[in-house]
T-cell receptor
Framework: DAKTTQPTSMDCAEGRAANLPCNHS???????VYWYRQIHSQGPQYIIH???NNETNEMASLIITEDRKSSTLILPHATLRDTAVYYC????????????????FGKGTLLTVNP | NAGVMQNPRHLVRRRGQEARLRCSPM?????VYWYRQLPEEGLKFMVY????????ESGMPKERFSAEFPKEGPSILRIQQVVRGDSAAYFC?????????????FGPGTRLTVT
């Protein structure tokens, strides 16, 4: 799986958009970008994933650059409950022929949403 | 639809005892993954199981650790003769069968403390 680089921590004001960057310059053509988050003392929570097109769901938006070397997770209106460690993970999903089923979590970005 | 269930949520064992951690996947999910999170560290993959089969145990310590996912009942992670270094949060995740295995759904974790 491609290695990812994320800032250690970020702050965001409540109600504002939180933009979390992730660099994955060695990503290969069939690797997807996944985002998970882990709220303190809880299990990780899946947020969103994408291959090359921008994606949006009820939780967040994922913007992937045209060269796919970086991406940004956007929480449009951050709340205090969004304070968590956010993990960017790159991998080939099993159904696409990937044999690496495991998720490899790095250190992630600690997002603190301030009132 | 109930989420991934793990029990117990907290487990205290003395050195040398056995620890048994249980995981019930989401309804309809036949793939189970175990991860370990040591204090102040990220999650590390341990083992991936399907019903009655271990698919990938590359992250399991060579000794004292074993996992199973029987035809009936929950998945069990067993740690024999626990040592203080086994103190950690153990998370179970599940995913659906086949091509829908994009995301893994995590349980709340079992926090093991070895005294």
């Amino acid at each position: 799986d491609a290695k990812t680089t994320q800032p250690t921590s970020m702050d965001c004001a409540e109600g504002r958009a939180a933009n979390l960057p992730c660099n994955h310059s060695t990503i290969s053509g069939n690797e997807y970008v996944y985002w998970y988050r882990q709220i303190h003392s809880q299990g990780p929570q899946y947020i969103i994933h994408g291959l090359k097109n921008n994606e949006t769901n009820e939780m967040a938006s994922l913007i992937i650059t045209e060269d796919r070397k970086s991406s940004t997770l956007i929480l449009p209106h951050a709340t205090l409950r969004d304070t968590a460690v956010y993990y960017c993970i790159v991998r080939i999903p099993p159904y696409s022929g990937g044999s690496n089923y495991k998720l490899t979590f790095g250190k992630g970005t600690l997002l603190t949403v301030n009132p | 639809n109930a989420g991934v269930m793990q029990n117990p949520r907290h487990l205290v064992r003395r050195r040398g005892q056995e620890a048994r951690l249980r995981c019930s996947p989401m309804k309809g999910h036949s793939h189970v993954y175990w991860y370990r999170q040591l204090p102040e560290e990220g999650l590390k993959f341990m083992v991936y199981l399907q019903k009655e089969n271990i698919i990938d145990e590359s992250g399991m310590p060579k000794e004292r650790f074993s996992a199973e996912f029987p035809k009936e009942g929950p998945s069990i992670l067993r740690i024999q003769q626990v040592v203080r270094g086994d103190s950690a949060a153990y998370f179970c995740a599940s995913s659906p069968q086949g091509g829908l295995a994009h995301e893994q759904y995590f349980g709340p974790g079992t926090r093991l403390t070895v005294t």
